[in-house]
C-alpha cells in the first residue's frame, strides 16, 4: 500500500466530517510524503535496494512516531507524580496536633508550678552558698597576709654551672699528613724497618731485600737503581756499617730527590694568575679545582673558575657547587660548548674583573688520544692571546692509587703540553705513595698539592721535609 491509497482511504472516512479537518489531514499528509519521498532517496543513497525503500522509509517514520509518543507520555506521567510527591512531603513535615484534654491541661498546669517553686528554692540556697564561700574565701586571704608578714623569703640557691665538654683535639698538619700517609708508611718504611730490624749487618741480600720493597712501593725503577748505587757505594766505601744507618742514608736521599725543583705555588707572581688543571677522567680533578678556590678564596684573594669541562656531564654543575662553598664565580657553558671558547670568556672575566686567580677546569681526556690532547694545546694558545703568558701554571692532577700508571700519564702530559707541576690526589686511601718520589725523580716537576683526605683543607700544599719526616715518622 502506497501513500496515495492510504490518503484515499482517510478521505472516504471522513466524508462526513468537517471542511477544516479535512484540510489539516490533507496537510499532514503532503508533508507525511515529502518525508517518505526524503527517506527514500536517503535509503537509495546508503544502498537499499529500490523496491523496499519506500517501506523502510515508512518503518522509520513508524518507529519515530512511536518514539515521540513514548517521550510525551513519560512526560505527563512525571508532571503528575511530582504535584503527589511535594503534597506528601509538606504533611509529612507538618505533623497534626494531636487534641489536648482538660485533664492532660491541669496536670501541666500543676507541673508547671512544681517546678517553677523547686527553681525558686534552688536560687536562694545558691544564694546562701555563694555568700558562705566569699566569707572563707576573705578569711584565708587574712591569714595568708599574717603569715607572708610573719616569714622572711629565703634565696634560691644559684645553679651550679655544668661543665663545659672539652673540645675535640685539633690535629697539627704533621700529624693530618702522617695519618694520611699511614698506609703508604706501612708499605714502605715499615716493610724497611721490620727488615733492618731483623738484621745485625748489611750484606748482599739485605741490599737486595730493599731493591724489592722500593720497587714494590712504587717508586720506580730508576729511582729505586739508584738508591741502590747509592747504599751499595756507602757500604764499600765502609760508610754503612748498620741499619741505622742504612735507614738515615735512604731519608736523605728521598729528601733530596724531592726538594729539587720544590717550591710552593706563588699565585701573586701575576694578575690574574692562570693556572690550567689537567688530567684523565676519574682523578679528583675538579674537586681539586674546588678545594684549591677555597683555600685562595680564604686568603682573600679573588678567584674566577673557568667549567672548560664541557664534554663530562654534570662536570659544570659540579663545578658550580664548589664555587657556591667558595664564594666565587664560574664562567660556564652549555655541555657539549668549544672549551677554547669557555677559555676565552673566563679569560676576558679574569681580566675585566680584576681577578687575582684564574682557574680552568679542562675535560677529562686518555692520556693515549693524540686528538684530545691536541685540544689542550689550543686551550693554551687561546689563554696566551688573552693574557700575555698564560697560563702560568699547567697542574697535572694524578690519582695517587694508580701507582707507576700515574707516571706513564705524567710524561705524555708533558710532552704534550708543558707541565709545571703536580697535584696528587687520594694518598690517603693508597699504599703506593712512593709514585710521589718517583715523578719528582724522572720528570723533575714539582709536587704542588697532595690530597689526604676528603676534606677541603685536606689538599695541603706538598712539603718535601715534612712528608718524608711523616713517612719515616716513628
Known amino acids: 500500500m502506497n501513500t496515495e491509497q492510504l490518503m484515499q482511504q482517510i478521505k472516504e472516512a471522513l466524508q462526513n466530517g468537517s471542511q477544516a479537518a479535512l484540510q489539516w489531514i490533507e496537510k499532514f499528509i503532503a508533508w507525511l510524503n515529502v518525508l517518505v519521498a526524503d527517506l527514500s532517496t536517503w535509503m537509495a543513497g546508503v544502498g537499499v535496494p529500490e523496491e523496499y525503500q519506500q517501506v523502510a522509509a515508512l518503518a522509520v517514520v ?19 507524580r511530582r504535584p503527589k510527591k511535594e503534597a506528601k512531603e509538606v504533611a509529612e513535615e507538618s505533623p497534626v496536633a494531636e487534641p489536648v484534654t482538660e485533664a492532660e491541661a491541669e496536670a501541666e498546669a500543676e507541673a508547671e508550678a512544681e517546678a517553677e517553686a523547686e527553681a525558686e528554692a534552688e536560687a536562694e540556697a545558691e544564694a546562701e552558698a555563694e555568700a558562705e564561700a566569699e566569707a572563707e574565701a576573705e578569711a584565708e586571704a587574712e591569714a595568708e597576709a599574717e603569715a607572708e608578714a610573719e616569714a622572711e623569703p629565703e634565696p634560691e640557691p644559684e645553679p651550679e654551672p655544668e661543665p663545659e665538654p672539652e673540645p675535640e683535639p685539633t690535629l697539627s698538619l704533621f700529624e693530618r699528613l702522617k695519618r694520611g700517609l699511614a698506609k703508604t708508611q706501612s708499605s ?27 720497587i714494590t712501593a712504587d717508586l720506580g725503577m730508576k729511582t729505586t737503581q739508584d ?10 766505601k765502609g760508610d754503612l756499617q748498620t741499619p741505622a744507618q742504612v735507614r738515615e742514608l735512604l731519608m736523605q736521599e728521598l729528601q733530596q730527590i724531592l726538594l729539587i725543583d720544590s717550591k710552593p705555588l706563588d699565585v701573586s707572581a701575576q694578575s690574574p694568575f692562570v693556572i690550567m688543571v689537567v688530567g684523565v677522567n676519574g682523578v679528583g680533578k675538579t674537586t681539586t679545582i674546588g678545594k684549591l678556590a677555597n683555600q685562595l678564596a680564604k686568603e682573600g684573594r679573588k678567584v674566577i673558575l673557568g667549567a672548560g669541562d664541557t664534554f663530562r656531564a654534570a662536570a659544570a654543575e659540579q663545578l658550580e657547587i664548589w664555587g657556591e662553598r667558595a664564594g666565587v664565580e664560574v664562567i660556564r657553558h652549555a655541555e657539549g660548548a668549544d672549551p677554547g671558547a669557555v677559555a676565552f670568556d673566563a679569560a676576558k672575566a679574569a681580566v675585566a674583573r680584576n681577578a687575582d686567580v684564574l682557574i680552568l677546569d679542562t675535560a677529562g681526556r686518555l692520556h693515549t688520544k693524540v686528538n684530545l690532547m691536541e685540544e689542550l694545546k689550543k686551550v693554551r694558545r687561546v689563554l696566551d692571546r688573552e693574557i ?28 704534550a703540553v708543558q707541565l709545571d707541576g703536580i697535584a696528587l690526589t687520594k694518598l690517603d ?4 705513595g712512593g709514585i710521589v718520589i718517583a715523578i719528582a725523580a724522572e720528570l723533575n716537576l714539582p709536587v704542588r698539592y697532595v690530597g689526604i683526605g676528603e676534606g677541603v683543607e685536606d689538599l695541603r700544599p706538598f712539603d718535601p721535609e715534612m712528608f718524608v719526616s711523616a713517612l719515616f715518622d716513628e
Not at 714502605?188 to 722500593?214: Q, T
Open 429 to 432: 686511601g693508597t699504599a703506593k
Open 188 to 214: 714502605l718504611v715499615g716493610r724497611i724497618d721490620s727488615l733492618l730490624r731483623g738484621s745485625s749487618a748489611i750484606d748482599d741480600d739485605l741490599i737486595e731485600e730493599l731493591e724489592e720493597i722500593l
Open 62 to 80: 513508524y518507529l519515530g512516531a512511536t518514539l515521540a509518543v513514548l517521550i510525551v507520555v513519560l512526560l505527563l506521567l512525571a508532571l503528575l
Open 227 to 236: 738508591l741502590i748505587g747509592k747504599l751499595e757505594t756507602g757500604h764499600a
Open 388 to 415: 700575555p703568558g698564560a697560563p702560568h701554571e699547567t697542574m697535572l692532577v694524578l690519582d695517587a692509587t694508580t701507582g707507576q700508571n700515574a707516571l706513564t700519564q705524567a710524561k705524555l702530559f708533558n710532552e
